[in-house]
């Protein structure tokens, strides 16, 4: 009688079936297998009133993979919960604890970091119990969400039309619409700044004024700037001379942030994007000998690595580029860090993303080689630059020039491609050396507002703040771009940086969140949350405690916001019904904006909005060749073609150089008689033969 293995992912589940060979038997459970329900009171699935007791049922879509599970448990040895190494894969592995009936105190729980043979084998040589704390954290993540989620989308649905709230995603927005309020408000101040240029053996070099008469310059109009140009006509003296070594340690190795990051600023990629391509990395991909899981577990917060790795490393780096070139790497705890396993790295150094490359797309090849890059230069050396800075006087002037060149490429070897760096070389000067300037120029500038948020800087901003976990971030910025809420797009259609900006349904959003749930959905007691949830699970808080005290704060808040809050009037198209004679107005549904009359529902006329009417046909002056009438001139979503005029009861078609076109409905219609002649000749040679028989 084999083990049953149950794994999330139907990818996930070949690679480990492979490792632990035929006395085990690995399926998916595709996911959660259940959710809260939507019945009961308010549709929460929580009996609030019984201490938040949860409510369960099995999702509509995994009716049949729940009883093929139970099938499977039945006939099989001991059953093994193998789910993701996170408090979402704990807690699926509870559920399906629940519904296969398990023993609650089964040791059947076994975790890995990356999908190897070893880190396979190894999780399955010490199974443990459900982590219940991590179970509880999680449920108290969904009932919280839930809660907000029902009761305040509900709200704002009713009120203001928008579609969706949610306890991260809301202050998530907030951050947003915060940053464009500050852009609409701020006051450009000018400031001016004088800058030389100078030249000394064929090298030229440029320098900015720093202070006037030993105080920093801070030049505020026209007048004061050429007030410095007027001091600065003669010849410059060589003040200082400083000559300095400094070092850029390499950056730590990626947790999902930093990954989500560095992928969108250097690859292009979305959060979204980067963390499916990641999936696959992950889950196993077949690299010659079979699946291969070819990085560790990409949900992390950890930048911590395996000792085993960490000595691999040491030694790829002595035999590639030199002892000198080794580092001494240790991981820095974070104090929002859940710790729970290793930074995002490959699994093995032997996979180099050139070797590899030939079984990957190329966005996973683009993906594994900066992760693999990122792991292997954090265990490196720092890299070395000569800088050296230069003050250039004149009537109590100071002008400063840096010069700065790698003199050792430490990580930067390895990690160069992915790090902005641009030698400035000086040429040879000497102290008290006298020097005329080239040009002394003064500039105008204004100071700058704040800039938008990319996708990049949103999710730094989050991770710093502490609102939402890393693995919810690609989901958060996904969800409010599908309600409607913010636009990613270039600003004006400029520039190559794409940037959040919020629609008036967000900015209204978050106004109305402003003026009745400051309290609560904001970014310090979203954080304070989060907080709990970590103290949750790790058994120094109670659940039950942690969800009254919201329900407390929250419950009177909305009960304020459907008295007070001002429900808005659909906007005026400025025309009558031509059905019923009622005001007609602009409604938002499913499928975007559109016209209904004012009366609904006692009327219920509709439109579309700025529906494109169809180019009229053009005659040709041609013939259709299988009936005689005129061809004409029409455009489909594919091109310009020539048809006949006689359409429908003539199909014919022809592209503009006269070559026959046929339809897909008239290849369809020719492939079904096809088979409707093939049929009826098969059941004539069956009667044949029954005759025959007979």
Not at 164 to 189: H, M, T, Y
Not at 300 to 323: H, K, N, Q, W
Not at 367 to 384: C, G, H, P, T, V
Not at 600 to 627: S, W
Request: with cysteine.
């Amino acid at each position: 009688m084999k083990d049953l293995v149950i794994v999330e992912s139907p990818s996930k589940s070949k690679t480990i079936q492979k490792y632990l060979g035929e006395g085990y038997h690995v399926v998916s459970s595709k996911g959660h297998i259940r959710d809260l329900a939507t019945r009961g009171k308010g549709g929460l699935g929580v009996d609030v009133e019984n201490h938040f007791a949860p409510v369960y049922v099995v999702s509509k879509d995994k009716g049949e993979t729940v009883k093929e599970l139970q099938s499977l448990a039945e006939k099989s040895g001991q059953v093994f919960l193998a789910t993701d190494p996170d408090r979402e894969g704990e807690a699926i592995s509870w559920h399906l604890a629940q519904v296969l009936n398990l023993d609650e105190d089964a040791v059947d729980r076994v975790t890995f970091n990356e999908i190897t043979r070893n880190a396979v084998q190894e999780a399955f040589s010490k199974p443990r119990k459900i982590d219940m704390d991590l179970v509880h954290s999680q449920e108290t993540r969904r009932i919280l969400d839930r809660i907000i989620g029902f009761k305040l989308s509900t709200l704002l649905k009713n009120k203001i039309k928008s579609k969706s709230a949610g306890r991260v995603q809301s202050v998530a927005l907030k951050l947003i619409v915060e940053r464009e309020r500050a852009i609409r408000a701020f006051v450009p101040d000018e400031y001016w700044t004088v800058d030389a240029v100078f030249k000394k053996d064929g090298k030229s070099f440029n320098a900015s004024l720093s202070k006037i008469n030993g105080e920093k310059a801070e030049l505020h109009t026209e007048e004061e700037a050429q007030r410095i140009l007027q001091l600065c006509s003669g010849p410059f003296t060589v003040s200082s001379i400083k000559k300095s070594t400094k070092k850029t340690n390499p950056f730590n190795p990626f947790i999902t942030s930093t990954l989500q990051q560095e992928a969108s600023t250097k690859l292009g990629m979305s959060a979204k994007r980067t963390m499916s391509i990641a999936q696959k990395l992950y889950e196993g991909i077949d690299i010659g000998n079979g699946q291969e899981g070819l990085i560790t577990y990409m949900r992390t917060d950890s930048t911590r690595l395996s000792d085993v790795f960490m000595t691999a490393a040491a030694d790829l780096i002595a035999g590639e580029y030199g002892s000198r070139y080794q580092g001494h790497y240790k991981a820095k705890k974070d104090d929002n860090a859940q710790d729970a396993h290793e930074a995002i790295r490959p699994t093995s150094l032997a996979n180099e993303p050139e070797k590899i490359k030939p079984y990957l797309t190329p966005e996973q090849y683009r993906l594994y080689k900066l992760i693999y890059a990122r792991a292997l230069a954090s265990q490196m050396s720092a890299a070395e630059f000569s800088s050296v800075a230069v003050v250039l006087s004149q009537n109590g002037c100071d002008f400063n020039a840096n010069g700065s060149t790698l003199s050792f490429d430490g990580w930067l070897k390895v990690y160069g491609e992915y790090y902005a760096n641009k030698d400035t070389v000086l040429p040879e000067l000497s102290e008290n050396e006298m020097i005329e300037a080239k040009e002394v120029k003064p500039n105008q500038h204004f100071t700058e507002p704040p800039a938008r948020y990319t996708e990049a800087k949103l999710i730094k901003e989050m991770e710093d703040e502490g609102i939402g976990r890393p693995s919810t971030y690609a989901m958060i910025i996904d969800t409010i771009q599908a309600r409607g809420y913010v636009k990613l797009e270039k600003p004006n259609g400029k520039g190559k940086t794409k940037v959040f900006i919020p629609t008036d349904q967000g900015e209204l959003t978050v106004e109305k969140l402003d003026e009745f749930f400051e309290s609560i959905i904001n970014v310090k007691y979203t954080a304070t949350m989060e907080k709990k949830l970590d103290e949750i699970a790790d058994g120094s808080a109670d659940e039950i405690e942690t969800l009254e005290d919201f329900w407390r704060r929250f419950t009177p808040l909305l009960e304020k916001a459907y008295s007070e809050m001002e429900k808005v009037k659909p906007e005026p198209v400025g025309e009558q019904c031509p059905e019923c004679g009622g005001e007609l107005v602009y409604r938002v549904g499913r499928y975007g904006r559109f016209i209904s009359c004012s009366n609904y529902p006692t009327c219920r006329y509709t439109r579309q909005i700025n529906v494109r009417k169809k180019a009229p046909a053009e005659p040709t002056g041609k013939m259709c060749p299988e009936c005689g009438h005129e061809l004409l001139k029409r455009k489909s979503r594919y091109g310009e073609f020539l048809g006949c005029s006689d359409y429908p009861k003539c199909t014919y078609m022809e592209s503009l150089t006269g070559e026959r076109l046929v339809s897909k409905k008239t290849r369809e219609s020719s492939g079904k008689t096809a088979k409707k002649t093939t049929r009826k000749a098969a059941g004539k040679t069956t009667a044949k033969k029954a005759e025959k028989k007979g």
